[in-house]
């Protein structure tokens, strides 16, 4: 009984790890056969909602408006980046959120992967250029993204026009971020806005990416320290792009 | 019977967490308590291991670390399996509130765990993140337990009373 347990419990182990290492080698992603299957929500609306006479057109004139709602949101964010890439000289590629992550919701799943030169690093934007965070993790037809307010994320950044002077965003509890290593002499103040640095490596400067909050200062330290409020809600969002070249 | 109980289980278990949105967490829940519940009401071996594979597969769709909940269902299955063989033999209500405990915890380690493995840190840990994950410990048990004493009652002490009078 224990060892037919042992067998099959490495069988599908085995079938687990080779679906992963597929993956990794951009055989074959397991993960997009499963995005492809249909939504349940729509199978389960079916089920429950069988096709009736006025009732139903009502429903389906309801469900229209709300897809014409969006469509126009959609539009006018697709305006607002299309604004961004012809005013920008970098080459962006404009993606869906798929998914976040169910355990850390600072993790996005997004609909471009590897066929559209999305590479790891590379700095994730919205409207009209404000970077909200970095892709961590590359698939065949998806990606990770990090957003800046994930406790593991790091950015370099420089403060508003002083782009010599810079600091370090970290996210602070998933919640919101804070500015570390800024110089004690450096003028600070609510309402600056901060822009990414040239110091990171595949992320083009002068990018908007939040704004001070508060300052802490203390005259026993070495470096200022400031809370900083991103200018979009990481909550509600749908479309983003990413940079794929400089 | 049997695999709609489990689906209505899912079903119902992620209303109630979707209800009440505890965590954003209300995806990897009913599929725990689902594989749990399966193991523990049918007794097919390819099918305890197929559907935390498929459950696993699924959520690993839609997560940012591609496997990790397929491997964490499938230790779960095997966890449930090899103490339900060695320490655990019998199927009373102890054993299944005994059971349906350590595996939320093998799960749960398993993920924690997997923080340290994996190349890039995905958890938040925290303290505020460990005791959702022992609060939801003891509810998803406490629904496991509870269904499964339904369906014992409802369903196996139906069918052997059926059984009873056909030898009769």
């Known amino acids: 009984m224990l060892r037919r347990n042992l067998q099959i419990f490495l069988l599908f182990l085995a079938a687990s790890l080779l679906l992963i290492f597929f993956k990794e080698g951009q055989i074959f992603d397991f993960g997009f056969v499963m995005r492809q299957l249909p939504a349940p929500q729509k199978v389960a609306n079916q089920l429950l909602n069988p096709p009736d006479d006025l009732a139903e057109s009502y429903k389906e004139l309801l469900v229209e408006n709300s897809q014409l709602q969006l469509l126009e949101e959609e539009n006018k964010k697709l305006r607002e980046l299309l604004d961004f890439t012809q005013t920008t000289e970098h080459d962006l590629v404009v993606a869906n959120v798929v998914s976040r992550d169910f355990i850390n919701q600072n993790l996005l ?42 406790n593991g994320s790091k950015l370099a950044v420089s403060l508003g026009d002083q782009t010599l002077i810079s600091g370090l965003l970290s996210g602070s509890l998933g919640l919101g971020m804070s500015l570390q290593y800024i110089p004690q002499d450096t003028e600070l103040k609510k309402g600056d806005i901060l822009f990414t640095s040239d110091l990171n490596e595949l992320i083009p400067g002068g990018l908007v990416v939040g704004q001070v909050e508060e300052v802490e200062f203390s005259e026993g330290e070495l470096f200022k320290k400031a809370s900083i409020s991103p200018l979009v809600d990481y909550n509600t969002l749908s479309l983003l792009s990413v940079i794929v070249s400089l | 019977m049997k695999y709609l109980a489990t689906l209505f289980i899912f079903v119902l278990a992620h209303s109630l967490y979707s209800l009440f949105n505890l965590h954003e967490w209300h995806f990897v829940q009913p599929f725990l308590i689902a594989v749990i519940f399966l193991y523990l009401a049918v007794d097919d071996i390819w099918l305890h291991y197929g559907f935390a594979f498929l459950a696993g597969m699924l959520m690993d769709a839609y997560s940012a670390n591609f496997g990790l909940y397929t491997i964490s269902l499938l230790t779960t299955v095997f966890v449930l399996k090899f103490l339900h063989s060695t320490v655990f033999t019998s199927k009373n209500t102890g054993t299944i509130i005994a059971l349906a405990f350590i595996c939320q915890a093998s799960f749960w380690l398993i993920l924690i765990l997997s923080y340290f493995a994996l190349p890039y840190n995905f958890l938040n840990v925290s303290w505020s993140m460990l005791w959702s994950i022992v609060i939801f410990s003891v509810i998803d048990s406490l629904l496991i337990i509870f269904l499964y004493i339904l369906y014992f009652n409802i369903w196996l002490k139906r069918k052997a009373s059926l059984q009873d009078n056909y030898h009769f």
């Open chain 1, 109 to 150: 799943i997004i609909d471009v992967g590897n066929a559209e030169n999305i590479g790891i690093g590379q700095a994730v934007v919205v409207n009209n250029g404000i970077v909200i965070g970095k892709i961590i993790d590359v698939m065949q037809d998806a990606a990770v993204v990090r957003l800046l307010t994930d």
